[in-house]
């Protein structure tokens, strides 16, 4: 089945979170089984990169009710596109036809910002821009924002904005030092996306007199 059709309209880091359980009925084991949830660029189902590809289940009396989750979560880089996240359950009954199948609890993908752009005022200060997250798969509620000294890493948060708002200004900065930026979105309950393309921010050097 087709879980979720997700826009990404520029290239961002993902990370797919998905919470399942799979299970049989206690009398008769299938054949063969396997649970895929993937993600790609097609519909089809036989396409796709895996984010959980799962051969083991449970025994229940039931239809999986009595049986334990399991989370998976996975980070990836999408570039621009369509992806559909795909849940796939293929089965080869053995006796009887036994009962067997999944169950998804939940699912995220959570989308880092895209477009995070920093210019420098002369006098102060380093403006940072980004465009609005457009995950599908979550409720934003804000954005952080992320400063180091050393680009790749290190990262420290220096701030936070509202969901509506996609404009951050770093005053607290040595005139021309250089800084790395980087931010993330959350969503209502509170999770965290990865952090989005890193960008340089510098001001000039203070003038001499």
């Known amino acids: 089945m087709i879980y979720q059709a997700l826009t990404v309209p520029a290239q961002v880091n993902a990370r797919f ?23 790609g660029t097609s519909n089809r189902d036989n396409t796709g990169t895996n984010i959980v590809n799962d051969s083991s289940y449970q025994v229940t009396n039931g239809n999986g009710d009595n049986t334990a989750s399991k989370t998976v979560t996975v980070e990836q880089t999408l ?6 996240v795909k849940a796939i359950v293929n089965i080869t009954f053995g006796r009887n036809n036994a009962a067997a199948g999944a169950k998804i609890f939940d699912y995220k993908c959570n989308i880092s910002p895209s477009g995070l752009a920093a210019s420098s005022n002369v006098n102060d200060s380093i403006n940072l821009s980004w465009n609005t997250s457009t995950s599908n798969a979550v409720t934003l509620s804000k954005y952080y924002i992320y400063r180091s000294e ?3 890493g290190g990262y420290t948060k220096i701030g936070e904005t509202n969901s509506g708002t996609t404009t951050y200004s770093d005053t607290n900065i ?3 030092k250089t800084y790395y930026y980087v931010i993330t979105d959350i969503d209502t309950t509170n999770v965290e996306s990865p952090y989005s393309k890193e960008v340089t921010g510098k001001t000039p050097p203070p003038a001499v007199t």
Request: hydrophobic fraction near 25%; charge should be positive; proline fraction near 3%.
């Open 174 to 176: 040595v005139l021309g």
């Open 79 to 84: 570039n621009a596109g369509t992806y559909y």
């Open 150 to 152: 050393t680009s790749g």
């Open 17 to 39: 979170s998905i919470i399942y359980q799979t299970y049989r009925s206690r009398n008769n084991a299938p054949t063969t089984y396997n649970f895929l949830a993937r993600y």
